[in-house]
C-alpha cells in the first residue's frame, strides 16, 4: 500500500518541493488549498494529471487554516500515514502589519491541526514547520538547545506552533517533529523576500526593464540554502525511529550585500549602481544574524546542505533570466510595472 501524506501550504515554495519529493517516492499526496478569486497553484502545475488518462496520485482539497472543523473532516477521510504543516502567514515583514491574522493562521492553524490528527488517532506522523525566526534577538551559531527570543508577530506565532508541536509529543505521546528551518530559497521563492526580490531584479536590469531595486536593511546576516535539499530534510525527520526536534541550516553567514554581491556579480552587473535603500522595507524590530549548526540532522539523520549562497544566487538568477526570456518579455506586463521592481504601486510594504 502507498503511504499517504497530508500537505498544508501544498501551493507554496516548500509545499511544491515535497510534493515532488513524495509523488517520486510513491506516496499518495493530499493538499490543502485556499479558493481565491485568482489561481493560486503556479507552483504545483506541472503535477497536475489528468484523471482521463493516468491514475492520480495528487488530490487537493480547498481548505483553510483557520477552519479546525474542516481539518477534522479532511483528516477523517483521507486518514493520512503522515502531515506535513507548512501552511503559514510566511512574510515577517507583513506580519507586523497583520499580527492578529498571523497568529490565528501560523500560531493557532497548527493547534488545529494538532487536535484533527489526535482526534483521528490514527498514529499519524505530524510535521511541524518551525522557523529560526524563532532565535530572532539570540546570537548565532543556533541550534536546537539556543533559547527563543522571537523578534516579530511571525516569530512568536511560530514560538507557539513549536511548543504546542512538543506538548502533544510528550502529553499524547504523538509523532510529532519541530524541522526548525533557517532561510531556504529557490527560483519558487515568493518575490516579495529579499533574495528572490534582487533576483528578479538583477534578470529585469539585464532585460533592460529595470533600473533601480529599492531596499531596506543590508546588514542583516542569514544563513540562505537551497529549498529543494530542506524538503528531503523534512522527510528523514518522519522517518525516523522516534520524533525529536532538529535544525536544518548550511551553517555558513552571508550578509544581503553579499547577497546583492553574488547575484549582480553572476550577471555581470554591479549592484551600486542599482540599489538604493528605502526605509520602508525596515522593520519595528529587526533579526539581525541567523547562522544554524545542523550537525544533529547531520548525525541522526544524515541530512547535509550542499548548495550555499553564493552557488544559490547563481541557480536563482539563472532562473529568473531564463524565465524573462521564455516568456519573451511579456511577464513583466502581467502586473503593473510597479509591482514587479521593488516600489509597490499601492502602500503595502513587504
Ligand atoms: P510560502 O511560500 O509563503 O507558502 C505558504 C503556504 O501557506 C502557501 O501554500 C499558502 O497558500 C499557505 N497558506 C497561507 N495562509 C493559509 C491559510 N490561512 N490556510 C491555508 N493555507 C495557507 O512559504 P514557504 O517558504 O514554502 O515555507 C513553508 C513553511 O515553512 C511556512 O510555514 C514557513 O513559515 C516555514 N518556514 C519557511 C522558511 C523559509 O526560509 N522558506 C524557513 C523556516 C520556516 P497560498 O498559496 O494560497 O498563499
Ligand atoms: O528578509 C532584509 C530583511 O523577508 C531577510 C521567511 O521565509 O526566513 C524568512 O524570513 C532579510 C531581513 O526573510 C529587504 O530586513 C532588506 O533581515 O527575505 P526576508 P526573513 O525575514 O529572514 C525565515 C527563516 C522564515 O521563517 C520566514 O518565513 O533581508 N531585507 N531589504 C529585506 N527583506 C525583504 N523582504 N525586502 C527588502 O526589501
Known amino acids: 500500500m502507498a503511504k499517504r501524506a497530508f500537505i498544508t501550504g501544498i501551493t507554496g515554495q516548500d509545499g511544491s518541493y515535497l510534493a515532488e519529493l513524495l509523488l517520486l517516492k510513491g506516496y499518495e499526496v493530499h493538499g490543502l488549498i485556499r479558493r481565491a478569486s485568482t489561481f493560486n497553484t503556479s507552483r504545483i502545475d506541472h503535477l497536475y494529471v489528468d484523471p482521463h488518462e493516468a491514475e492520480v496520485k495528487l488530490f487537493l482539497h480547498y481548505g483553510d487554516m483557520s477552519d479546525g472543523a474542516r481539518m477534522m473532516g479532511l483528516l477523517s477521510q483521507i486518514q493520512p500515514d503522515e502531515v506535513y504543516n ?143 535539499e530542506y524538503v528531503e530534510g523534512m522527510w528523514r525527520m518522519l522517518q525516523a525511529d522516534s520524533s525529536d526536534d532538529y535544525v536544518l541550516a548550511t551553517g555558513r553567514a552571508f550578509s544581503v550585500r553579499d547577497f546583492l554581491e553574488f547575484a549582480f556579480d553572476h550577471a555581470g552587473l554591479d549592484w551600486r549602481r542599482h540599489v538604493h535603500f528605502d526605509e520602508r522595507y525596515l522593520r519595528p524590530t529587526e533579526v539581525d544574524a541567523l547562522v544554524g549548526d545542523a550537525s544533529k540532522a547531520k548525525e541522526l539523520l544524515d541530512w547535509s546542505a550542499s548548495v550555499t549562497s553564493p552557488e544559490l544566487a547563481g541557480i536563482m538568477v539563472d532562473a529568473d533570466v531564463a524565465a524573462l526570456a521564455s516568456s519573451d518579455g511579456k511577464w513583466i506586463d502581467k502586473v503593473s510595472l510597479n509591482t514587479w521592481v521593488s516600489t509597490p504601486a499601492w502602500d503595502i510594504q513587504q
Open 86 to 228: 507548512l501552511a503559514a502567514q510566511s512574510h515577517v515583514r507583513v506580519s507586523f502589519d497583520e499580527p492578529i491574522h498571523t497568529g490565528n493562521t501560523t500560531g493557532i492553524g497548527s493547534a488545529r491541526l494538532l487536535e484533527a490528527v489526535r482526534t483521528i488517532g490514527l498514529g499519524t506522523r505530524f510535521y511541524q514547520a518551525s522557523s529560526s525566526e524563532m532565535f530572532g534577538g539570540t546570537p548565532p551559531p543556533q541550534n536546537e538547545e539556543t533559547p527563543f527570543y522571537p523578534r516579530s508577530p511571525y516569530g512568536a506565532a511560530k514560538v507557539y506552533s513549536y511548543w504546542m508541536t512538543r506538548n502533544y509529543r510528550e502529553a499524547y505521546g504523538m509523532y510529532a517533529v519541530n524541522g526548525i528551518l533557517f532561510n531556504h530559497e529557490s527560483p519558487r521563492r515568493g518575490a516579495t523576500f529579499v533574495t528572490r526580490k534582487i533576483t528578479r531584479a538583477v534578470a529585469a536590469i539585464l532585460a533592460g526593464k529595470q533600473q533601480d531595486l529599492f531596499l531596506g536593511n543590508l546588514d542583516a546576516v542569514r544563513d540562505w540554502g537551497y529549498a529543494a
